[in-house]
Nanobody, 120 residues
Framework: QVQLAESGGGLVQPGGSLKLSCAAS????????MGWYRQAPGKQRELVAT???????NYADSVKDRFTISIDNAKNTVYLQMNSLKPEDTANYYC??????????????WGQGTQVTVSS
């Protein structure tokens, strides 16, 4: 089992910044990729950004040039720096990890989510 602990969500005004963190613990063994997804009320969960353990990144078009994902492999932690936030960024943000167990079996886990609200 792998546990994900998310933090950093909150209320921010439009144009403001927030930094989300997600720390993985438990039977990690090898991380292949970590990422952030979000789900607004009445909408499907969507990809925000992903990063591999090697540092390759992928972003949704709606957040490119505003959000930056990074990973600290030593701490098994992924970060999402969110700048120039807009009301449409309001959502519950979920962390996801994909990896491989010591028995070479793949796994994927979701975090519980952290709420981000952008409002004046």
């Amino acid at each position: 089992q792998v546990q994900l602990a998310e933090s950093g969500g909150g209320l921010v005004q439009p144009g403001g910044s927030l930094k989300l963190s997600c720390a993985a613990s438990g039977s990690i063994f090898r991380i292949n990729a970590m990422g952030w997804y979000r789900q607004a009320p009445g909408k499907q969960r969507e990809l925000v950004a992903t990063i591999t353990s090697g540092g390759s990144t992928n972003y949704a078009d709606s957040v490119k040039d505003r959000f930056t994902i990074s990973i600290d492999n030593a701490k098994n932690t992924v970060y999402l720096q969110m700048n120039s936030l807009k009301p449409e960024d309001t959502a519950n943000y979920y962390c996801r990890i994909e990896g491989q167990s010591v028995w070479s079996r793949g796994y994927a886990y979701w975090g519980q989510g952290t709420q981000v609200t952008v409002s004046s």
